[in-house]
């Protein structure tokens, strides 16, 4: 390698004289002598300097002037060969000294000293001349651009002379002056700061006031910001002041502003997406003896637009008691330019607008307004009706178009759908809903017992029994005086019948003058053997399901005959599968080969066992739900060109477009509604669990949680879960509206992660979103029952002096072991695949919205599937509504490679797109689409490469000093980059 070194600290010399003098052109400088005197008879200390001109733009005086003094002799003073020899340094800021020329004169020539450059122009230029006798020079320095930018401090001119052969010299000699480019280019100075605004088209204004125009003069070419620009990306741009809009001041300076068309690249992104420039001014001037322009740059600025904020996440929920809609928000607080996160603009008014679902938006109402900066983001609409579908948009409209849009909140300037705007929208269904569950309990001998489960308005309302023979719809009331317990979930009736005839069964209730119906069942007094439980495979097989039941008090002597049906979740029509099975057997199979993968199924299971009029008639029926494997894995490596691997990538799997447009949402939460069975699972082997749910155990139970506030049907407290009696979890809030689990806050307009790690008598709680606090406490007087049952329940507990839990669940998980914090922190906002270690129960509750009254566990432990699924109450219904922070995803290790497993697919396969993310990283293909299914249950190889470009920018100078190297290349990965 050859390092070319040049400068570098000041020469040192031994001074015999130093002194400091005043400038006759202002200030001091500061004059040394190798020499005090030469034989006694000259006065070496006989000096004189004086700075003639300074560098300033004000008079376009582009050069500094000085006149020093060389030498002290008498005019008529000769010695033959006598000359003059100098030197000329700069001190840069770091202190290091640049030589930037030499000259040298005979005293008996005429002609002025000639000057050498010997710092290749990189620091200036010079021009010297005699004054008067001789005896005095005038140098002239025009400094360069890198002159400014070395931050140029100081000028050291050293001189001698000399006679005879080189045989005798005067000793060296040198003036020292501070010199400033503060007169020349500063902040501020020739050109004005920049500020930024938006125009009400929501273009990008850039202006400047007081701008003195130097273009008039011969010696300035140019005068111009020099920007470079972060919005959605990074842009560098020139804004000359010749193409600005001028507004001339009375004392003959301009007002500049510039709307360039850089800004129309950027209008999907108005008013929403900040602005983060560095810029400088620049002048470039043509100097004396220099080839091209010489460009002077001012210090580097920066100049903010902040983003108006926009409605991050909007939310209608409905309070069908109170017939009233509560519209929250969250706004966004800060948006990135760049690497920069730039706080948004709250100058402005939320509009909450109202408009019926599937009419124009601009048909809206105006519900009510919120100042920009409110700290609580809310709107209570009481003026809804029943049974009524509305669409709420959340508007934030800036004061800057107030005044033009306030009456056209659904027509602002710039929208597009591409890209955050200023609004948001939430749908709401007003439906008045009252799900009741009816069923026939068969093991009463002596009556039809009907047993429902319901979910009633706190004051309860008045029943009706009603029936009609099977198949005939010819409804009649058995009773109509019944009253259910207000703070149950299940009641029952005692109908009287006979085994031979059977008949349709119905629960009905009024509530607002509207009647609601429970499920129809259809029974009659039971023989002696009954169906006493059904169970059909959930996941655990690929292409079947398993159809299993067990007969209680088989008749030995008499057939029974069975039916198994089947029919997809949420349809009406039965299909029959088989009618073959018969036996006295207390136990059968049945094997369905035709299952749909991804398609949730009730099964059914009919039993004849009975005759009457010499005809087998139906004795029993139980349904269940089945699935066949509903889940894939996608595997796949990202690196650079080069093939380095790169880590730390999110690779995120969303449903494609088409599929979100088809009605099923790629994921669910359950919304808990106050009393009811809510969410229950009974361990069915306790001596499984019974060391891990105990004093000296060490488990975690981890969710997503969103309470509702007393406005919607919640409690200030409430009892969210218990589990095995020994750890019960709440939340309490003193308004209805903030929520605490633990001192720590919950969000009201999102859902809030939980994980509660219990390890042998300690436990940890850890709450948030973003971050995930965390609070330590001992348990104590606990007292753990794995036999109690349910051994876990979520919702309609009323426990600890509380009430029922009202809101929304989410991603329900339970470990075997302690998660340590970072175990914690890398999965929970992401969507598990059910093989992690330890995880012992999983309900992610994304089974479809039309999956009501089942839930299923997706948990495996060395390849066995745990079935730990939940009972599921009328109280709990699928919801849309799921928490922005959780999503299906991988992550590349150290080698790049990723893995997505436990992909959900539904009625035969779904369309994904597979999206890598990264800060600013691109990537090539940006996007890829996969289709998921029975048939490509697995995909590997899905790559990607990373295609990022980074701006660089920067000097490169040679060893120890500030002389720049040109010519240099420079290598990234090994390749060459321009």
Not at 197 to 209: L, N, P, Q, Y
Request: charge should be negative; charged fraction near 25%.
């Amino acid at each position: 390698m050859l390092v070319l070194v040049m400068g570098g600290t000041a020469p040192t010399w031994a001074w015999e004289y130093e002194t400091s003098k005043t400038d006759g052109g202002g200030g001091n400088y500061t004059f040394r002598s190798e020499k005090r005197e030469w034989a006694g008879r000259y006065a070496w200390n006989a000096c004189d300097f004086t700075t003639q001109k300074t560098l300033n733009f004000s008079d376009v005086q582009l050069c500094w002037e000085f006149d020093f003094r060389v030498a002290n002799l008498a005019p008529s003073f000769y010695i033959e060969n006598l000359r003059f020899e100098g030197e000329v340094y700069v001190v840069n800021g770091d202190n290091s000294v640049q030589q930037i020329g030499t000259w040298s004169k005979t005293k008996s020539s005429s002609s002025n000293p000639e000057v050498k450059d010997t710092n290749f122009g990189i620091y200036g230029h010079l021009q010297m001349e005699k004054v008067d006798d001789g005896h005095t020079m005038k140098l002239k320095y025009w400094p360069t651009g890198e002159a400014h930018w070395s931050k140029v401090k100081r000028i050291i001119l050293k001189h001698r002379f000399i006679y005879g052969n080189d045989s005798w010299d005067s000793g060296w000699m040198q003036y020292e002056k501070d010199i400033t480019f503060s007169d020349f280019v500063g902040d501020g100075y020739p050109l004005s700061p920049l500020s930024a605004e938006w125009t009400e088209d929501g273009k990008v204004r850039f202006t400047a006031t007081d701008v003195v125009d130097r273009l008039g003069h011969s010696e300035v070419r140019s005068q111009f910001y020099y920007m470079a620009l972060w919005r959605s990306g990074i842009e560098n741009h020139h804004l000359s002041i010749e193409d600005a809009t001028r507004t001339q001041r009375t004392d003959g300076n301009y007002d500049l502003s510039f709307t360039t068309d850089f800004i129309y690249t950027y209008n999907d992104c108005s008013f929403t997406t900040p602005v983060y420039a560095l810029y400088r001014g620049d002048i470039d001037v043509q100097m004396p003896g220099m080839s091209g322009d010489e460009a002077f740059l001012q210090p580097e600025a920066a100049v903010i637009l902040k983003a108006f904020t926009f409605p991050q996440s909007v939310t209608a929920t409905f309070d069908k008691w109170n017939r009233r809609n509560t519209v929250r928000w969250t706004r966004t607080e800060s948006r990135q330019a760049g690497d920069h996160d730039i706080e948004c603009d709250f100058n402005g008014t939320w509009y909450v607008l109202r408009y019926d679902k599937g009419k124009d938006a601009s048909q809206y109402k105006v519900v009510g307004t919120v100042e920009g900066d409110a700290a609580t983001l809310e709107m209570k609409d009481d003026d809804v009706e029943y049974d009524h579908e509305y669409t709420y948009r959340v508007v934030f409209l800036p004061k800057l178009l107030e005044k033009n849009y306030k009456d056209k909140l659904t027509s602002l300037p710039h929208e597009n759908n591409h890209s955050p705007y200023l609004w948001k929208e939430a749908a709401s269904d007003t439906r008045l809903d009252m799900p009741i569950k009816l069923a026939q309990d068969r093991s009463c001998q002596d009556a039809v017992r009907l047993v429902w489960e319901y979910c009633v308005k706190p004051d309860g309302q008045s029943w009706t029994i009603e029936s009609s023979p099977a198949g005939e719809n010819k409804w009649r009331t058995l009773d109509n005086s019944l009253n259910v317990d207000q703070n149950a979930s299940t009641a029952s009736f005692d109908a009287s019948g006979s085994v031979c005839d059977m008949v349709d069964y119905r629960v009905k209730t009024t509530y607002a003058g509207k009647d609601f119906y429970s499920n129809v069942v259809t029974g009659n007094l039971p023989a002696g053997s009954y169906i006493s439980e059904v169970r059909a495979s959930t996941g655990t097989e690929e292409k079947t399901v398993v159809v299993k039941w067990k007969v209680a008090r088989a008749d030995a002597q008499n057939d029974i005959y069975y039916r198994v049906l089947r029919r997809a979740i949420g349809t009406g029509e039965w299909t029959l599968l088989t009618d073959e099975p018969h036996g006295t057997a207390s136990e059968y199979t049945y094997i369905d080969d035709r299952p749909l993968a991804g398609s949730y199924y009730e099964y059914k299971v009919e039993a004849y066992g009975a005759k009457c009029d010499e005809q087998l008639v139906r004795t029993d029926e139980i349904i269940t739900p089945g699935f066949s494997q509903a889940r894939g894995t996608i595997t796949g490596h990202i690196s650079y060109g080069t093939g380095t691997a790169v880590q730390g990538v999110r690779v995120n799997l969303i449903k494609s477009s088409a599929e979100e447009d088809s009605g099923q949402p790629q994921f669910l939460s359950r919304y808990i509604e106050g009393a009811g069975k809510g969410l229950q699972w009974t361990a069915a082997d306790k001596e499984k669990y019974k060391k891990v749910l105990s004093d000296e155990g060490a488990f975690t139970l981890q969710f997503w949680v969103k309470p509702m506030g007393t406005d919607a049907g919640g409690e200030a407290r409430q009892t969210i879960l218990r589990l095995a009696g020994g750890l019960e979890m709440g939340v309490t809030s003193d308004d209805g509206t903030h929520f605490r689990l633990n001192n720590l806050p919950l969000s009201t307009t999102d859902f809030t992660h939980v994980s509660a790690v219990y390890d042998h008598g300690t436990l940890t709680c850890y709450v948030g979103t973003d971050s995930l606090p965390s609070a330590t406490a001992i348990a104590t007087d606990t007292s753990w029952n794995i036999d109690d049952a349910p051994t876990l329940a979520v919702g309609g507990i009323t426990g600890g002096g509380g009430q029922t839990f009202t809101g929304y669940i989410d991603d329900i998980r339970l470990w075997s072991r302690a998660l340590t914090r970072k175990e914690i922190e890398t999965n929970y906002t992401r969507i598990l695949s059910g093989t992690e270690d330890g995880l012992i129960l999983y309900w992610p509750l994304d089974e479809g919205i039309g999956v009501k009254d089942y839930a299923f566990d997706i948990s495996r432990q060395d390849g066995i599937y745990q079935l730990n699924h939940p009972e599921v109450g009328v109280n709990a219904t699928p919801s849309a509504l799921v928490p922005q922070h959780l999503g299906l995803y991988g992550v590349t290790d150290g080698s790049g490679n990723y893995i997505i497993r436990g992909i959900p697919f539904q009625q035969g396969g779904t369309n994904y797109e597979l999206a890598p993310q990264l800060g600013i990283h691109q990537f090539n293909p940006n996007m890829r689409s996969m289709f998921v299914s029975p048939t490509s249950l697995t995909a590997n190889n899905i790559d990607f490469e990373d295609v990022s470009s980074f701006p660089m920018e920067g000097h490169i100078y040679y060893a120890g000093t500030n002389i720049p190297a040109e010519g240099i290349q420079i290598y990234v990965d090994g390749d060459l980059q321009s």
